[in-house]
């Protein structure tokens, strides 16, 4: 005789507004049709895989475990940030890097409501790159035992070093160069590493500078996404790039030609009969709300970045951005004696929040800027939406204010608000 033991049971979301995708994210559809939207509707997850189940056969051969009561409120996948230059004390892009940074950083970003994340290093000397980038290899192939409850590394953004001096922004001067030649030897020579054994899995770079334009078809296929940013580069150089393979624009506005009525430059891409993806961080320091509503209205692919160092998440005072002096004071992180904005301090929630606030969306479409569209940038499927088969990492939201109440990890709640 054959014994059977029934699965466990699956996981049951109940009382809750689920935001869905846009209808159509074609350039030729009018937005308002796109939008996405909340539904009052139930999610299902199996509790052993962790996956999202489809709503309409969760039911057969096992009745699900006893609801979880979302109260109202928004369960939204978990935020998708593509570029956080560190948080919490940590600077990835520090030679003393270890992967208890690593880890402990991925465990406290779950307060922010981000379950997946891109670290991302500044301009960086060979023998720092040499240094800090084994670490995030070694997290990626050999995760500790804490990454099971912690926001998952999807790889490293390469902030640089491949940008127009001019552009370099809070970017140490000596480390920028150009990718000449554009060849595997030059990655190599740059990152410390093969181009086919790198845990980078984005790079932003200046496609004005020499070589780039076939670096960028190199990189493209060596399975590396590429971001224009850092950059003086006129429109046709734009288009050039994003025929080459580029998808994306680095931060928007920030180290990037304003744009002019002759002379539009990368930002006029927006409204390119091609448009790339476009990360803006919408914090209200490094891009004025009006701004922010203008890009908006020109492309609705605005990826949400937080553009975030160490000082994230700590008070105001003397903090460190790789090598450089950077001091926090408020919303505010600049070098040392500068005016100069050296990333932000901000966390994806703030950023949602005051996407929707500037631009005038839904909760719906600023919770899509901040997980399905930067997830779409680097070509993943099983995360940031709520699709049966996707990961059910997850975040609840106040429906009213936003603010980041639990989150979840393929179903199991891992962090939850003081009430």
């Known amino acids: 005789m054959s014994s059977f033991s029934s699965p466990p049971a699956p996981l049951q979301f109940v009382n ?11 350039p030729s559809q009018p937005p308002s049709l796109a939008a996405p939207s909340l539904a009052a509707l139930s999610l299902f997850v199996d509790s052993s895989s962790g996956l999202i189940l489809d709503s309409r056969t969760a039911f057969y051969g096992n009745p699900p475990s006893t609801p979880v009561d979302c109260g109202g409120d928004i369960l939204a996948p978990g935020f998708v940030d593509i570029q956080l230059n560190g948080a919490f004390g940590v600077d990835f892009s520090a030679p003393s890097l270890s992967l208890a940074d690593v880890a402990a950083c991925s465990a406290r970003l779950l307060s922010t409501g981000v379950t997946s994340y891109c670290p991302t290093l500044v301009s960086l000397s060979p023998p720092v790159y040499a240094k800090v980038l084994p670490v995030f290899s070694s997290y990626l192939s050999s995760p500790p035992p804490s990454a099971a ?15 127009n001096p001019s552009m370099r922004g809070a970017h140490e001067p000596s480390n920028i160069v150009p990718p000449s030649p554009p060849t595997p030897a030059t990655f190599s020579s740059v990152y410390g590493a093969p181009i086919d054994r790198s845990p980078i899995v984005l790079t932003t770079l200046a496609p004005e500078q020499p070589g780039a334009l076939p670096f960028i078809e190199l990189l493209t296929d060596n399975r590396i996404k590429v971001s224009l940013g850092h950059s003086a580069a006129d429109y046709e150089t734009g288009v050039a790039a994003v025929g080459a393979g580029a998808t994306l624009l680095t931060h928007l506005y920030n180290q990037m030609t304003p744009f002019h009525h002759r002379k539009p430059g990368l930002i006029a891409l927006l409204a390119s009969p091609a448009p790339p993806n476009y990360s803006i961080i919408a914090d209200g320091v490094h891009v004025a709300p009006a701004a ?128």
């Not at 809750?16 to 074609?26: G, H, I, M, V």
């Not at 409850?149 to 940008?163: D, K, N, R, T, Y």
């Not at 992180?333 to 050296?342: K, M, Q």
């Open 16 to 26: 809750c507004l689920l935001p869905s995708p846009p209808a159509s994210t074609t």
């Open 149 to 163: 409850a912690a926001a998952a590394v999807l790889g490293v953004h390469a902030e640089g070093p491949f940008f």
């Open 292 to 419: 922010v509503r203008c890009a908006w209205e020109m492309s609705r692919k605005m990826v949400l970045v937080t553009d975030a160092m160490a000082a994230m998440g700590l008070g105001d005072g003397a903090h460190k951005l790789g090598t450089m002096d950077v001091t926090k004071e408020g919303g505010r992180a600049v070098l040392t004696g500068t005016e100069t904005l050296a990333g932000s301090v901000a966390s994806m929630e703030l950023c949602v929040r005051k996407m929707k606030e500037f631009t005038g969306c839904g909760a719906a479409e600023a919770i899509w800027a901040a997980t399905g569209q930067p997830a779409s940038v680097l070509g993943l499927e099983d995360r940031g939406n709520l699709r049966a088969g996707s990961r059910a990492d997850l975040v609840l939201l106040d429906k009213d204010t936003l603010e980041v109440k639990k989150t979840y990890l393929g179903g199991r709640l891992v962090w939850e608000r003081d009430k």
